[in-house]
């Protein structure tokens, strides 16, 4: 429309140029005409580019049928809206809900979106292009609220990642009646007041440590009794090896033992009979 009135009053300047110039009024009228023609032949021509939905607007009513992506033939009076279709991000910050345990936590929910291309012109009629703020921000504030009712703080912390899956199961089902399709949500800045933060943590660590300590005390075990058995292991075969010295003639036994061990060089020292003289006997 506004590229036609353009036409329109450039066409009308320039008969007048020419009919003053040329005096030939109507060798003006037919180039304002044809100038006019020009402008409205291009208002007829809408390029649509790719991740877009173009909407047509004409006196005030919706066309119900959306222009996708390439060129187009419109009603030159009609007025085209082009809206991004591609994956979008909606933020909500600083939103606050209640726990089980009457605790508030608060956070700020990151939303990617994307609208449906071929609903566009019913969306747009509804809600205008404006849907993180009209639709998106209260649908994610109630699906937040929803979800974090039913688990106490504690559990919003161990389960963060199961709340999350959770919170976006209940938003693409709240979003789905408006066309608009979520398909990925994020916590960020999760928490509760610092005090109750810390003592969370700390609860959580201690929790840990018993783990810890439970797997440490039970290796000890193991390794207690692998112990105890290799030493009766041991004194088994102490006891088998003394009871087969003792079949075997004992200390005869022992003393053939020496001699089949003996290499033949003499000792060079020996002790008394009183064990309190030494005797050297080498060369």
Aim: net charge neutral; glycine share 8%.
């Amino acid at each position: 429309m506004f590229l036609i009135m353009i036409g329109l009053v450039f066409g009308i300047a320039i008969a007048v140029a020419c009919s003053v110039a040329l005096k030939q009024t109507f060798i003006g009228i037919l180039a304002g005409g044809a100038f006019f023609l020009a402008a409205l032949g291009f208002s007829t021509v809408t390029v649509i580019t790719a991740g877009h939905t173009g909407v047509q607007v004409m006196l005030g009513e919706v066309n119900p049928s959306p222009l996708t992506e390439g060129i187009h033939f419109v009603n030159p009076i009609s007025n085209v809206t082009i809206v991004d279709v591609r994956l979008q991000k909606a933020e909500l910050k600083g939103a606050n809900a209640g726990t089980k345990d009457l605790q508030v936590v608060h956070t700020d929910i990151v939303v990617n979106f994307r609208l449906d291309p071929l609903k566009v012109p019913h969306i747009y009629k509804e809600y205008g292009i404006d849907v993180d703020t009209k639709v998106l921000g209260p649908g994610i504030n109630e699906a937040f609220k929803s979800v974090t009712g039913h688990y106490t703080s504690e559990e919003l912390v161990t389960k963060r990642d199961l709340v999350s899956q959770e919170i976006l199961t209940h938003l693409i089902a709240k979003m789905a009646p408006f066309n608009i399709t979520v398909s990925n949500i994020s916590l960020v800045n999760f928490g509760f007041s610092q005090a109750y933060q810390q003592a969370i943590e700390a609860k959580v660590i201690a929790t840990q440590q018993t783990a810890k300590a439970e797997q440490d005390l039970a290796r000890i075990k193991v390794e207690a009794a692998s112990r105890i058995a290799q030493a009766d292991g041991e004194a088994k075969a102490i006891a088998i090896q003394a009871a087969a010295i003792q079949s075997n003639g004992g200390e005869n036994y022992v003393k053939l033992q020496w001699i089949e061990k003996w290499n033949g060089a003499l000792p060079t020292t020996v002790l008394g009979g009183d064990s309190k003289t030494l005797m050297n006997i080498g060369k």
